[in-house]
């Protein structure tokens, strides 16, 4: 059975069974808890866009901890926690925040296992938002997960809609590495199915949701619903696309993308962050590196200009990828 929810609704149900079927987890940051324990009974925060609320009147104050407005002691603490035995999910409200956080994660978290020979586990969740759309500004709206997916021991995910959010998220939980789990703003209030009770995604498997055999259409969490609407655009000019959602970027799949390109002989890829050391720029060097003899045209990037993100509405919207730059992209081309 499933049913139409909101990806943030999807987010909280995860952390609910997670938390459910495991004593060990628990939930820390900065106001997932909130106003929870009051005894007029009103309702908590549930964290900076509510994906957590009712989970503390749930499981009580020792398993869903508010933290200090200190990044570092939070990551720091549960780093500690997650190396003596406990599970912990960690919300870092905006990604924009881990350059406060890095000597946790890149450092610590990312090392331990290796540093230990593989004795030593490190099962870390850190939840956090990502992307532009809702006029936060330049300092709450950045798209930084080409820095984490670019550090040796960390794995790096990023759903596009509430189905594999959920799914997503019980395997990030349940990974005995640390985990970064984005969720772009994009998609957290857009509603898909979703399958009722516990199951996962699997880590590092891109899904193919579209078939198409002119040109493939690479794109990751909220650009997944920008590659569709384009593909269904371009199926009108007779035009059948591919869209690739690669769901995972570390480890990413080689693979699905090398196997798509194959199919098309043409790659548009498309990418929220800036284009300088982005993904968008590895699965590029990747169809050339591996893929240069399936190539019939050059590969296209379609990203957010190597500027800050902008406050006003009409300069963001320029500023984020489009269906018009990706069929633009395509044109070129053919």
């Not at 350059?99 to 004795?119: E, I, S, T, W």
């Not at 590196?289 to 300069?315: E, I, Q, W, Y």
Request: aromatic share 6%.
């Amino acid at each position: 059975m499933s049913r139409e929810i909101p990806t943030a609704f999807a987010i909280g149900e995860a952390l609910r069974i997670a938390m459910e079927t495991d004593p060990d987890v628990i939930l820390m940051g900065e106001d997932v808890a909130g106003g929870g324990n009051r005894p007029d009974g009103t309702d908590e925060a549930g964290g900076i866009l509510g994906t957590t609320r009712g989970l503390i009147k749930r499981f009580g104050p020792e398993r869903v901890l508010d933290t200090p407005i200190s990044e570092m002691a939070l990551l720091g603490t549960a780093v500690g926690a997650a190396a003596t035995g406990m599970r912990p999910v960690v919300e870092l409200m905006f990604m924009d925040f881990i350059g406060v956080c890095l000597d946790p994660l890149l450092n610590q978290a990312a090392k331990f296992r290796y540093m230990f020979g593989g004795k030593a586990r490190m099962p870390l969740t850190v939840r956090t938002v990502t992307g532009a759309g809702m006029q936060a500004a330049a300092q709450h709206s950045q798209s930084l997960y080409w820095i984490t997916s670019g550090v040796a021991g960390l794995t790096t995910v990023i759903p596009s809609n509430a189905g594999d959010a959920k799914g997503l998220l019980l395997s990030a939980i349940r990974s005995d590495d640390p985990v970064v789990f984005c969720e772009p703003k994009g998609i957290l209030f857009l509603s898909s199915e979703v399958p009722e009770g516990d199951y996962e995604v699997p880590i590092g498997v891109a899904n193919l949701v579209r078939q198409g055999s002119d040109v493939s259409l690479v794109a990751m969490g909220a650009t997944v619903n920008i590659a569709q609407q384009a593909a269904a655009r371009l199926a009108e000019e007779g035009l059948q696309a591919d869209v690739l959602d690669l769901r995972s970027l570390e480890p990413l799949d080689e693979e699905a993308i090398l196997t798509t390109l194959g199919k098309t002989g043409r790659l548009v890829v498309i990418d929220e962050a800036t284009p300088r050391c982005g993904i968008a720029s590895d699965v590029a060097a990747l169809c050339v590196d591996r893929g240069f003899d399936l190539l019939n045209a050059p590969v296209k990037r379609v990203t957010a200009p190597f500027t800050p993100v902008p406050f006003s509405r009409v300069l963001e919207e320029g500023y984020m990828p489009s269906v018009e730059k990706v069929l633009a992209a395509v044109r070129e081309l053919f």
